[in-house]
T-cell receptor, first 111, second 113 residues
């Protein structure tokens, strides 16, 4: 079993829909990252959080430390949101900035 | 402030050959991490470098090695290439603290034939 599990693996939505991607982890963490990867391969950091909730534009990320669960929400989805969304965690037991990644969720938003 | 850059963008090698991939850190960052991402998978941690020394390694064999230079740029070397080494190789730079963001480069796509 992977230390970081994401669901769903694939998600197709219509433009304007509210989207939720889930991430569960089995280890203690010091931080959780949500990342976006476009087909070219480059990864962009969306959020880094260790508690509560963060919002940036149409994106909202929440984390429940007790339940070891995080969600990424996209409101009013748009075709340009189509990408792979990856959850990654940093363990306090490992040094530096090492991340453990989930498998990613492929999101496709149709016009 | 320049971002993280990687070179080359794409590379094709033959099984058994050796390859060197390069990464230039974001200005001011002293830690570089390298990740391997196979097609359809999440990235896997290879190792990280802090102040020119390897500090943390994932489940990769010794034929994966690296260097970090005084200007914090870094190299990933892979010897005796195998077909399964075909992947996107990502580097990420950061500061040596768990509370800091990582900034990723665009990746190098390696194909081993």
């Amino acid at each position: 079993k992977n230390e970081v599990e994401q669901s769903p693996q694939n998600l197709t939505a219509q433009e304007g829909e509210f989207i939720t991607i889930n991430c569960s982890y089995s280890v203690g963490i010091s931080a959780l990252h949500w990342l976006q990867q476009h087909p070219g391969g480059g990864i962009v950091s969306l959020f880094m959080l260790s508690s509560g909730k963060k919002k940036h534009g149409r994106l909202i990320a929440t984390i429940n430390i007790q339940e070891k669960h995080s969600s990424l929400h996209i409101t009013a989805s748009h075709p340009r949101d189509s990408a792979v969304y990856i959850c990654a965690v940093r363990s306090p037991e490992t040094s530096g900035s090492r991340l453990t990644f989930g498998e990613g969720t492929q999101l496709t938003v149709n016009p | 402030e320049t971002g993280v850059t990687q070179s080359p963008t794409h590379l094709i090698k033959t099984r058994g050959q050796q390859v060197t991939l390069r990464c230039s850190s974001q200005s001011g960052h002293n830690t570089v991490s390298w990740y391997q991402q196979a097609l359809g998978q999440g990235p896997q941690f290879i190792f990280q470098y802090y102040r020119e020394e390897e500090n943390g390694r994932g489940n990769f064999p010794p034929r994966f090695s690296g260097l970090q230079f005084p200007n914090y740029s870094s190299e990933l070397n892979v010897n005796a290439l195998e077909l399964d080494d075909s992947a996107l190789y990502l580097c990420a730079s950061s500061l040596w603290t768990s509370s800091y963001e990582q900034y990723f480069g665009p990746g190098t796509r390696l194909t081993v034939t």
